[in-house]
């Protein structure tokens, strides 16, 4: 067995894309430049993943519980309760989770805009988020906590609920806000305090002193709550159960954080990790080095920024966000050097043409000081098509990583 080494794994969201024309016909990774990614890629083997299977667009959570080596159809507690586990709310057994937007909606609930103008600051965040945290409805707590811009999440924690129930999210504007239906029986207690829940937020945040303020500066009042994916949390094997390592998640969004810690990783928060282009990537850095160091076997680090560029389909800014990403992960590899197992690859790819993500296989990059190098000289989707590692499923990824870390035991005598 290879001595033990420190596994990290830094994916970058929505990094696989497609030949862009604005960048002269080449994908953002090419375009951008990568001295530190290009170097490891040819002192390491390179290849292309199918997270799912090939064919399969991946959601982001879905795609991370691959990477860390589940199968979401034994394992998917549902989005709203991984969101919810990526906050501070108090979150057991038997409570429903959501995720939540405040929204712009007109007086009969019509929705006028999904995401309020996309532009709430935390200090209107906390504002709003006090008008429904600590409401009880029909004997059921409402917990919320605003995240960042228009989202949240939401518990809801009570005898007798069930997640069986339909979203109220039209999902498009000029539509009203739908009334929630239950899908089982039982679930219809959920479905009227949800459908209470959903009045109540609206008559609240409708009279709010900072939702007049927004409108006097010509933004949209974020008076009303969209709740989506439902879902009830079950106790998986964690990563220790699984494996025996200690792990760690260094990330920005709820989501990624609450999937991480689904699977038992710790997360270890960074000063001014926001999950935009503005993110500290030198404090993430810092901290990756200092998880190494402080004996953790596995690090996963999520950087959201390549996938904001690529759903507002702006190639420079995704360029931007690959070559901030590059220099963070230099200044790792610079700092650990053959401590570590290092792979850097994407849950998905969002193409900046399609702005949505697709079922293009993602770029993966493996190194670590000792390992035996392919003949790729560049970080790239089109490169890693030719490197050594070909073309495999997410679900191998881990192993791939562990192995070469020295924290898998041999197989047989
Ligand atoms: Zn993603």
């Not at 030949?19 to 490891?40: F, H, M, W, Y």
């Not at 389909?313 to 053959?338: C, F, N, P, T, W």
């Amino acid at each position: 067995m290879d001595q033990k080494r420190t596994a990290i794994l830094v994916v970058l969201d929505g990094l696989g894309d497609r030949p862009v024309i604005e960048l002269g016909g080449l994908t953002p990774l090419q375009a951008a430049k990568t001295p530190n990614l290009d170097q490891l890629a040819a002192e390491g083997q390179t290849g292309l993943m199918y997270v799912i299977s090939p064919g399969v667009t991946p959601g982001s959570d879905v795609a991370h519980l691959f990477l860390f080596g589940y199968d979401p159809l034994t394992h998917y507690p549902g989005r709203g309760a991984l969101e919810v586990l990526g906050t501070e709310l108090p979150f057991k057994p038997g409570d429903i989770g959501f995720r939540a937007n405040f929204a712009t909606v007109d007086s009969d609930l019509t929705v006028t805009d999904r995401r309020a103008g996309r532009n709430i600051t935390p200090e209107e965040g906390r504002i709003l988020q006090k008008a429904i945290d600590g409401l009880v409805i029909d004997g059921i707590k409402v917990h919320f906590t605003h995240t960042v811009q228009h989202r949240g999440a939401l518990v809801l924690e009570g005898n007798g609920l069930s997640d069986k129930i339909t979203s109220v999210d039209p999902r498009e504007t000029g539509l009203k806000i739908l009334e929630s239906k239950p899908l089982e029986p039982k679930a219809k207690k959920t479905a009227k305090v949800v459908n209470k829940l959903v009045q109540i937020a609206h008559e609240r945040l409708r009279d709010l002193e900072v939702n007049k303020k927004r409108e006097k500066k010509g933004l949209l009042p974020a008076n009303a709550l969209l709740l989506r994916g439902p879902g009830q949390l079950d106790v998986v094997k964690t990563l220790k159960d699984l494996w025996g390592v200690k792990s760690a998640v260094i990330a920005g969004g709820a989501l990624y954080i609450g999937t991480a810690k689904y699977v038992g990783m710790e997360h270890v928060p960074v000063e001014g990790q926001t999950g935009t282009i503005d993110t500290n990537f030198d404090n993430i850095a810092e901290k990756a080095i200092e998880c190494v160091d402080s004996g953790y076997d596995f690090i996963f680090v999520h950087i959201k920024a390549t996938d904001n560029a690529s759903h507002d389909q702006d190639a420079k800014k995704k360029v931007l966000a690959i070559e901030r990403s590059d220099a963070m992960i230099g200044k790792i590899v610079d700092a650990l050097h053959e401590r570590v197992v290092l792979i850097v690859t994407a849950d998905h790819s969002t193409p900046i043409a399609v702005g949505e993500h697709t079922c293009d296989p993602v770029p993966v990059l493996l190194w670590s000081s000792f390992i035996r190098a392919d003949s790729v000289q560049a970080f790239s989707e089109l490169d890693a098509a030719k490197g050594a590692l070909h073309n495999f499923r997410g679900l191998s990824l881990l192993p791939l990583m562990f192995g070469y870390a020295g924290l898998l035991e041999k197989v047989g005598a």
